[in-house]
């Protein structure tokens, strides 16, 4: 079977063609062992590009541990990117996704704009700011993130009875300017820090201006591994027109005995 690997900031995945539905989709091992850095392609991810009746394609998207989760913003992006080098799509996509159907555009330099989830309900406590951009968001302003120890912290938090089984993503943020602000997640499903998270840098840019660190709703943010962009539209409803914008990189190809 061809996989094909890509990376968003630096937030990668093998990516799959499943139209004639030949994955073995509850395969959690399989999945796993492909995801794995040392016995496997390595990856912090794996998604299968699927048909939908009444969209583009569907997205079904599995975390490292080989679980199917919510909504990876990264990878969203890259499916788009994946899907136009399939010919699914020209530049523009609709397609379905956990958390609903998502719109997006992709230009000639692979950069994917994509329209998140609205976000209707932000909670906002002295020490974080909990929100679902797709995927569950802890959000928590730090000083000195260079040096921060976001597996540790991030692990501890994940793991406390605030979440409980669940769970949540953890993200560790830091201010730069006006607009401008630095992200550094911990994933669940990864059980460590990625390079970027892109339901995570939504849920920062969303986050920041609901406590008023920003009156902004065009906001950059640093991960890891570059620079993700978020735009939205504020409402008495909540936030709205969310688009998550940054590249989606094509890095190599091959095949997988199955
Ligand atoms: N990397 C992702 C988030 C993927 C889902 C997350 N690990 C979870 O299980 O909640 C992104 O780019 O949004």
Request: charged share 25%; glycine share 10%; proline share 1%.
């Given at each position: ?97 956990t958390d609903g159907l998502h719109n997006a555009t992709i230009d000639e330099n692979g950069i994917v704009s994509l329209q998140m989830k609205d976000v209707n309900e932000v909670k906002i406590e002295s020490e974080y700011v909990f929100l ?49 602000f630095a992200l550094r997640t911990y994933e669940r499903g990864v059980e460590d820090e990625t390079l970027s998270c892109g339901t ?59």
């Amino acid at each position: 079977m061809k996989f094909y690997k890509y990376q968003g900031t630096g937030n990668d995945f093998v990516m799959i063609d499943n139209r004639l539905e030949n994955f073995p989709k509850n395969n959690t091992k399989l999945i796993e062992s492909l995801c794995d850095r040392r016995f496997g392609i390595g990856a912090d991810g794996l998604i299968l590009l699927e048909n939908d009746n009444s969209t583009d394609f569907k997205m079904v998207y599995y975390n490292s541990d080989g679980n199917e989760s919510s909504m990876c913003g990264n990878g969203g992006r890259c499916l788009v990117a994946f899907a136009k080098s399939l010919n699914v799509i020209n530049n523009e996509a609709t397609f379905i996704a956990t958390d609903g159907l998502h719109n997006a555009t992709i230009d000639e330099n692979g950069i994917v704009s994509l329209q998140m989830k609205d976000v209707n309900e932000v909670k906002i406590e002295s020490e974080y700011v909990f929100l679902n951009t797709g995927s569950p968001h802890h959000v928590t302003l730090v000083n000195d993130l260079e040096n921060y120890s976001v597996k540790e912290n991030g692990a501890t938090i994940r793991y406390s009875d605030l979440y409980g089984k669940v769970g949540s993503n953890i993200n560790f943020v830091n201010q730069i300017s006006d607009n401008h602000f630095a992200l550094r997640t911990y994933e669940r499903g990864v059980e460590d820090e990625t390079l970027s998270c892109g339901t995570g840098a939504t849920a920062t840019a969303i986050a920041m201006n609901a406590i008023g660190k920003t009156n902004s709703n065009a906001i950059e943010i640093n991960v890891e591994g570059g620079k993700l962009k978020v735009t939205f539209e504020k409402s008495d409803k909540g936030f709205e027109k969310v688009f998550l914008i940054g590249p989606a990189t094509f890095v190599f190809e091959g095949e997988i005995e199955i």
